[in-house]
């Protein structure tokens, strides 16, 4: 069964540094992975898709990076602002069902 | 852009009781979900439908069922609700049709508590 795993499970940085947040999984045979914001006590909000024949996927200050053969994503937040606090879900997709991993709780301190 | 539509934010409902959570959406999707979040257990599929009146068990379908009786709505059913179905419930939906590269979709979600 495929383990999605994300690390750190939280993030405290200070406003405008760049970071990065990782998922791995454990079966490289994904359709696509995607991530996910979750605001406390709200759905999850698409941020990127990458397929599994892409390499990365860019919108504004997100970058998704997808490398298949060793299980590895990573998501990097440029130019960080106290309104990205949130979780952030990766999710990976085979056969039309869906991983999650646990999340990373990230709080942009002002 | 999709909307998943979930048809209540918060329940309070008594142990015993059955309840009705309901999701539409409006994109003609195939696919439809429904998860519950639980704090450090993550997302768990309950059950999942890819068409009307099609359903499949997910990984906890235990204490709950499923109609799908439109392609737009979709419904998790607790037949007799007990305390530690209190959660936070999420359906989620997804084009289908054999494009397996379709992103998920999330409604804002369904905060039951049982008591």
């Known amino acids: 069964k495929q383990e999605v795993t994300q690390i750190p499970a939280a993030l405290s940085v200070p406003e405008g540094e760049n970071l990065v947040l990782n998922c791995s999984f454990t079966?490289?045979?994904?359709?696509?992975l995607q991530w996910f914001r979750q605001d406390p006590g709200k759905g999850l909000t698409s941020l990127l898709l990458?397929?599994?024949?892409?390499r990365e996927q860019t919108s504004g200050r997100l970058n998704a990076s997808l490398d298949k053969s060793s299980g590895r994503s990573t998501l990097y937040i440029a130019a960080s602002q106290p309104g990205d606090s949130a979780t952030y879900l990766c999710?990976?997709?085979?056969?039309?069902?869906?991983?999650f991993g646990s999340g990373t709780k990230l709080n942009v301190k002002p | 852009d999709v909307k998943v539509t979930q048809s209540s934010r918060y329940l309070v409902k008594r142990t015993g009781e059955k309840v009705f959570l309901e999701c539409v959406q409006d994109?003609?999707?195939?696919?439809m979900f429904w998860y519950r979040q639980d704090p450090g257990l993550g997302l768990r599929l309950i059950y999942f439908?890819?068409?009307?009146?099609?359903?499949e068990k997910g990984d906890i379908p235990e204490g709950y069922s499923v109609s799908r009786e439109k392609k737009e709505r979709f419904s998790l059913i607790l037949e007799s609700a007990s305390t530690n179905q209190t959660s936070m419930y999420l359906c989620?939906?997804?084009?289908?049709?054999?494009?397996?590269?379709?992103?998920?979709?999330f409604g804002n979600g369904t905060r039951l508590t049982v008591t």
């Open positions: 989620a939906s997804s084009i289908g049709q054999g494009l397996d590269n379709s992103p998920l979709h």
């Open positions: 079966d490289s045979a994904i359709y696509n």
């Open positions: 990458i397929q599994s024949s892409q």
């Open positions: 999710a990976v997709c085979n056969f039309n069902k869906f991983y």
């Open positions: 994109m003609d999707h195939e696919n």
């Open positions: 439908s890819y068409d009307v009146k099609m359903k």
